[in-house]
Every structure is written in structure tokens, then in C-alpha cells.
């Protein structure tokens, strides 16, 4: 067992890629994978932040919801085609990261939280109101993919399983980055600013611009998840934007086990596997992943994919 | 005498109405070893965090290699070339030895690097396990630093504050709570150190300084008392009343 996490960590972008490849045909129907998928995104683009940098934002949400609203918003009105929607997605995400990352890295632990809600609340209700461009509570509908030909074979959305798998090539691509900045030398000095801030300054880091760096990474990233949500859903819910979905991939990451490179896909896919078994047998699903969570963070600290890593070391 | 490396200018620190420091000059020599001693609450923590920039003094200024810094961030001293251990044990806890002296190595070569891979980065991994093997930590490269024993969490810090290849080593009393043995070696280790490039350190126990330290300055009550060799400190009568009165030279 030891030997092969082993093995999978160190091939560990393939090790991922291969198991998404398969997935959807393992599970019942394909928008269940296709919404892990970006939800374990999401949750990994928070990680990096949380669960590597140390710093817990409640306000991912933000990114989330500019991704898709920027995909959305040009396409429906301005007839981008969508592939360069993602792009302004992901920049929109990104620059609400560098606002948003900007104000709160002057605060600390859980005024740092609180900060990140209350940004991600303001940027909740700009795109409430700017209904022209957003729909506001209808949510933001038409985001309309049309079919495209690369080298003669037709992309089309409608049919689930190609839809699955160009979201996938974007994820794949996410992962890769993500492994790459995780193994790279500001990946060590992340964790240096979640281990212990003031050594890591005295080491000559200036964890202000660190952090920094780190919250606009994980912006971007969550940005990208939500830009290929608006393509999945083809509208933009205004629900992308609430607290709830930011405490959604906190709630993710912890399950799955923070810090650890897996850990939100298998945080995200045991969130999303407990709502859809649930809500078949109760509307009260929520009562069960709370439940389940409250086990998680008394018993498993580390999470599931976490304490899968730590039994098998020991 | 060689010129002056750091400089402290009339460094005056206030914590609230509590003056910590008190206007105290001292020019440090380059090369050389040189302790700050005192009794307790003497100010010598204070004058400490003032060099090595962890506080800005409330007046004063500190040169460094004839740049006045005052005032520049903690991690700017650390890029300038002045490193620090501190007294209170501060590592990166889970992380492994070789990772906490390999990440402190890395300041010079590669800070907001996104997409290099560190596994390349040879020679900082080879540098890492050099300098554990100096400290003698070669055995616990792997164990996170929290698991260490505490005498080898000291010995990790010097590991740490060496890797940046520093011109100059500011050490707070590096062998608190060690054993007699471990302190022995530590003190060996200092004086090696010194060889190569300048340090401070400070100490409670003068004792342990008289006979390695090229350069004693004295502080009481946040004031300089006394600044000088060995010998000079030794004869000196105010500095022994000082001592003396206390109880415990």
C-alpha cells in the first residue's frame, strides 16, 4: 500500500489525469463527474492557499462566480467565441484575486477570513445588481457553446461525454500548473509562511508579496473552474457567487485532507457522491454531510485522502 | 583595527513608557567575534531584535557595511546578508531537517520561482545535507523538525541561519537550555564560525564567553555599561558590582 501512494505521488499529475479519464464510466450519469471535476478544482485552487499557504479564505466564491460571469457575460453578449471566454474568465478571477489578495493579506488568521467574506460578499452584490449584464437573481442564461472543428472532428458540447472530456484537457492542463508551483521553490516557501512567518522572513522572504502570489495563483485557478462551469451549466447561477459555495470548497479540502495534492478531488467527489445518494432518499442531505464532516474534523483531522497518506507511512 | 560592520548609533527603544534601550553606540569589527552580555533584563533581547531587525528602534540608527538601514523590513536584512538564530527555538515544524536548512539556502538562488523544479536544484540539496552534517544533524535529515531533541533543534537553527551564507551572524543565546556537553560543542562550533565571518552573540552566562570572544559589550538597565576585551570587562569594577550584585557571575 505504502509503496504504491508512493508511487502515485510521484507520478502524481498522470496518476490523476488517467483516474478522471475513467471516472465517468464508473459513475451513474455523466454531469456528476463532469461537476467533481470542477468542483475538485475549486477546492484545489483553495488548497493551495489553505491547505499549503496556511491561510483560510472564506471568500473563493468570488473567483469562482468572476470566472464564470466573465466567461458568461462575453459570450451571451458580446458572442465571444469560448475559448477566448476562458481566458477572460480566468482574468477576471485573476484580477479580483489581485484586489481581493491585496486588502486582506494586511490581516491575519481569522481577520483574514473575515476579510475574504466581506470582499467576496461585496463582489457577490456587484453582480447581483448589475443585472443588464448578470441577470441578477435569474442568474446570467445563454451561454450557448457552439460546436467547433479542430482538425475535422467536431466538438460539441451537447453530447456529455465530449463535453467531459474537453473540461477535463482544461483540468488536466490546471493540475499540471498546480503540481509544477507545488514543486517549485516558491511551492517550499508557501509552506514556510504556513509553518512559521516570522522564521520565513528571517530567512529573507517577504511573506507579504508570498502571500500575495499565493492568493492570486488560487484565484486563478478557481477562476478557471468557473469558467468551465458556465460552460458545463450554459448559464451562470448567481448561487456561484454565495458564501455557501465558498464554504463549500473549505468544507472540501478539509474533508479530503488540506495540504495534500489529492485531497480536494477526493474531498470534492465525497462531497458531491453524499449530496446525490442522499437527496434520493431525503431533501435533508445537508444534514448528512454535516454530519459526516463534523466526524471528519473531531476524528480525521487529516481528512480521508490525508489519513489514507499518513496510515500507510506509519 | 579593521573597519566597523555594523554600527548601532544611539538605538533607543521604547515598549510603551518602558525604555528597553537607552542610547547605546557600539561599532562591531568585522571578523571578529564579539558577545553582548548583562543580567537579566538588561535590554539585551531588545538590542538584539533592534540589529538583527526584528524591531525598529524608536531613535538611533544601525549601518551596515556603511549603508544605514534603519528601519528596513526583516526580510531585508536577511537578503543584505545578516542572518539570525533565536533564542526561543523557531523552525518550520513539520518540515524535515534537510527541508528547513535546504528552504533557508534557497533565499539567495530563487524566491518567487513558480515553475522550476526543486528536485534540480542540486546544489542547494547538497549544500543542505553539508551543513547538516557540520551541525552533526547528518543522521536526522529526514525527521521533521518538531521530533527533534532540543539540544539538535539549536543546532538546526545554526544550520538554518548559515545556509544563506551570511556576512554576518547574530546568534541569541544559542545554547539555552542545552546540556553541559552540548554547550561545549556548541561553543566549539561558534568559534569555528567565527573564523570565517563575524558574529554577535549574546549571552546570559558570561562565563562561557570570557575565554572565546575577541569583544564583550556590557549592557545594564538598557544602557551600555562597558565595551572591551576580555581583560578590560574583567578589571572593570562597575561590571563586576553589577555581576556581583546579582549573585551569580
Known amino acids: 500500500m505504502g509503496g504504491f501512494l508512493d508511487f502515485v505521488s510521484r507520478h502524481r499529475v498522470a496518476a490523476v489525469v488517467l483516474f478522471l479519464m475513467v471516472f465517468p464510466w464508473v459513475l451513474p450519469y455523466e454531469a456528476l463527474a463532469v461537476n467533481i471535476l470542477l468542483f475538485g478544482l475549486y477546492a484545489m485552487g483553495l488548497n493551495l492557499l489553505f491547505g499549503y499557504t496556511g491561510l483560510l479564505s472564506f471568500g473563493h466564491a468570488a473567483f469562482l462566480g468572476a470566472g464564470s460571469y466573465g466567461t458568461g457575460i462575453v459570450m451571451v453578449h458580446y458572442g465571444w ?19 481581493m489578495g491585496y486588502l486582506a493579506i494586511r490581516s491575519r488568521g481569522v481577520y483574514f477570513s473575515m476579510v475574504t467574506l466581506a470582499l467576496a460578499q461585496c463582489i457577490y452584490y456587484i453582480f447581483y445588481k448589475a443585472e443588464k449584464l448578470t441577470g ?98 450554459s448559464i451562470v447561477p448567481i448561487d456561484a457567487l454565495h458564501y455557501l459555495t465558498s464554504g463549500q470548497a473549505v468544507m472540501m479540502c478539509l474533508l479530503g485532507g488540506m495540504g495534500t495534492f489529492f485531497g480536494p478531488f477526493v474531498g470534492a467527489a465525497a462531497f458531491l457522491l453524499i449530496e446525490d445518494l ?28 490525508g489519513s489514507l497518506l499518513h496510515w500507510s507511512r506509519r | ?50 540589529l538583527s531587525g526584528a524591531f525598529r528602534p524608536t531613535s538611533g540608527r544601525i549601518v551596515f557595511d556603511g549603508k544605514d538601514i534603519t528601519g528596513a523590513k526583516q526580510h531585508q536584512f536577511a537578503r543584505m546578508g545578516i542572518a539570525k538564530s533565536f533564542q526561543i527555538t523557531n523552525l518550520f515544524p513539520q518540515l524535515s531537517a534537510h527541508e528547513n536548512v535546504r528552504v533557508a539556502a534557497q533565499m539567495r538562488y530563487a524566491r518567487f520561482d513558480i515553475l522550476t523544479p526543486r528536485a534540480s536544484m542540486t546544489q542547494l540539496i547538497e549544500r543542505a545535507d553539508a551543513l547538516l552534517e557540520r551541525v552533526g544533524l547528518a543522521a536526522a535529515r529526514n525527521q521533521p523538525a518538531r521530533d527533534l531533541a532540543h539540544g539538535q533543534q539549536r543546532s538546526l537553527e545554526i544550520a538554518m541561519a548559515l545556509a544563506c551564507d551570511p556576512r554576518l551572524l547574530l546568534l541569541d ?24 565571518r563575524t558574529v554577535i552573540l549574546v549571552e546570559h552566562k558570561m562565563k562561557l564567553v570570557m ?21 578590560d570587562i574583567r578589571a572593570n569594577d562597575e561590571v563586576r558590582r553589577v555581576y556581583l550584585g546579582q549573585g551569580n557571575p
Not at chain 1, 82 to 88: K, N, P, S
Not at chain 1, 170 to 196: C, D, K, Q, Y
Not at chain 2, 23 to 44: M, R
Request: proline share 4%; net charge neutral; with cysteine.
Open chain 1, 81 to 99: 467565441p469560448w475559448y477566448a471566454a476562458i481566458l477572460l474568465g480566468v482574468a477576471l478571477a485573476t484580477f479580483f484575486g489581485v484586489i
Open chain 1, 136 to 233: 441578477g437573481e435569474n442568474g446570467l442564461r445563454g451561454v450557448k457553446v457552439e460546436p467547433i472543428n479542430i482538425a475535422g472532428y467536431q466538438l460539441d458540447f451537447l453530447n456529455p461525454t465530449t463535453k467531459y472530456y474537453v473540461i477535463l484537457a482544461f483540468v488536466a492542463a490546471a493540475l499540471w500548473f498546480v503540481s509544477r508551483i507545488l514543486g517549485s521553490p516558491f511551492g517550499a516557501v508557501i509552506e514556510t509562511v504556513r509553518e512559521n512567518e516570522r522564521r520565513s522572513a528571517a530567512c529573507g522572504y517577504d511573506v507579504a508579496r508570498t502571500k500575495l502570489l499565493a492568493f492570486v495563483l488560487s484565484a486563478m485557478i478557481c477562476g478557471l473552474a468557473g469558467s468551465l462551469r458556465a460552460l458545463h451549466l
Open chain 1, 278 to 305: 442522499v437527496t434520493n432518499v431525503t431533501r435533508y442531505w445537508q444534514f448528512v454531510v454535516g454530519v459526516v464532516f463534523i466526524i471528519f474534523v473531531l476524528f480525521f483531522p487529516r481528512g480521508i485522502w
Open chain 2, 1 to 50: 583595527m579593521s573597519a566597523p560592520i555594523l554600527v548601532a548609533e544611539g538605538l533607543t527603544r521604547h515598549f510603551g513608557k518602558f525604555v528597553a534601550l537607552k542610547n547605546v553606540s557600539v561599532a562591531f569589527e568585522g571578523g571578529k567575534l564579539s558577545a553582548i552580555i548583562g543580567p537579566n533584563g538588561a535590554g539585551k533581547s531588545t538590542f538584539f531584535n533592534v
Open chain 2, 173 to 196: 543565546e544559542p545554547t539555552a537550555g542545552m546540556s553541559p556537553e552540548e554547550t561545549i560543542t556548541m561553543m566549539d562550533l561558534i568559534v569555528q564560525l567565527a573564523a570565517e
Open chain 2, 211 to 231: 575565554g572565546i570572544c575577541q569583544r564583550l559589550i556590557v549592557l545594564h538597565h538598557g544602557e551600555l555599561l562597558a565595551e572591551g576585551t576580555p581583560e
